[in-house]
């Protein structure tokens, strides 16, 4: 926060000595000049005129010096301006200042007049500083404040906007949109009528079927424990009945 305060300082400084120098450069009255000198609204015409009636020290002289001008402008300027659209900014309002002090000496100062070449030199000078140092001076300078956690000109952040309860209209499109949706999500077919009385009678043709008869070789092993069953029975039957008769013959002998 020191340091910040001390780098604004010292541009805010050096911006108003650059004005002080400006405005004595450009407001000093010139009478020896005051019938030679005509107002310009028409870009180009001072600039054709340097490079035809002027030497060519004069003419780098007033092209130069109008140049250099502009130059502090985008040295310092862009300390004060937002770092979104800063070249933008720095050259519009380099052209506004510019502007009104060719107002200023055309309508207050004597032997002096407005020209449109001057804003236009002006105005270049102020992107030749910027491009040349401005801008790096000025990303230095961002870059620090924002590691350091100072906000500079260049924190402007849009507040954010509360977040507004949707309306009728929105709700009713939020609930068709999601009725479409149900409807065309894919869904399992109930079974038909049909399907249902031929899975009927799948299940009753299944219970009705009889079962499979027993093999040739069962037949035969069922024959032949009937014959043993029966054999066993009978010499069971004969055994008892001579049982019975030696019993008679022996109480008859007595």
């Given amino acids: 926060m020191l340091v910040r305060g001390a ?26 000049s005051e019938d030679l000198v005509t107002a310009n609204l028409r870009p180009g015409r001072s600039l054709r005129q340097y490079a035809e009636d002027y030497t060519f020290l004069a003419a780098c002289k007033q092209a130069g010096g109008n140049l250099l001008l502009g130059v ?24 506004v200042a510019m502007a009104v002090v060719e107002l200023i000496q055309g309508a207050l100062v004597e032997g002096r007049a407005f020209d449109v070449d001057d804003v236009i030199l002006n105005t270049a000078g102020a992107l030749l500083g910027y491009f040349v140092l401005g801008r790096r001076i000025s990303h230095r300078y ?8 100072s906000p500079g000109p260049s924190a402007e952040k849009p507040e954010a906007e509360p977040k507004r309860a949707p309306g009728p209209a929105a709700r009713t499109k939020a609930a068709a949109t999601k009725a479409a949706a149900t409807k065309a999500a894919p869904t399992k077919a109930a079974p038909t009528k049909a399907a249902r009385a031929k899975a009927a009678r799948t299940k009753a043709g299944q219970r009705d079927r009889p079962k499979p008869a027993a093999s040739a070789p069962a037949k035969k092993r069922g024959a032949r424990t009937g014959r043993t069953d029966g054999a066993a029975s009978g010499g069971r039957r004969a055994t008892g009945s001579g049982a019975v008769r030696s019993l008679f013959d022996r109480l008859r002998g007595r």
Avoid at 8 to 30: Q, R
Avoid at 79 to 93: H, Q
Avoid at 142 to 148: I, K, L, N
């Fill in 7 to 32: 780098v604004l300082t010292v541009v805010l400084l050096g911006l108003v000595a650059f004005s002080v120098l400006l405005a004595k450069v450009t407001l000093t009255p010139s009478p020896a």
């Fill in 72 to 95: 502090p402008f985008g040295l310092l300027l862009p300390f004060f301006v937002p770092r979104r659209l800063r070249m933008i900014r720095t050259t519009l309002l380099t052209a």
């Fill in 142 to 149: 961002y870059t620090y404040t924002d590691a350091s956690g």
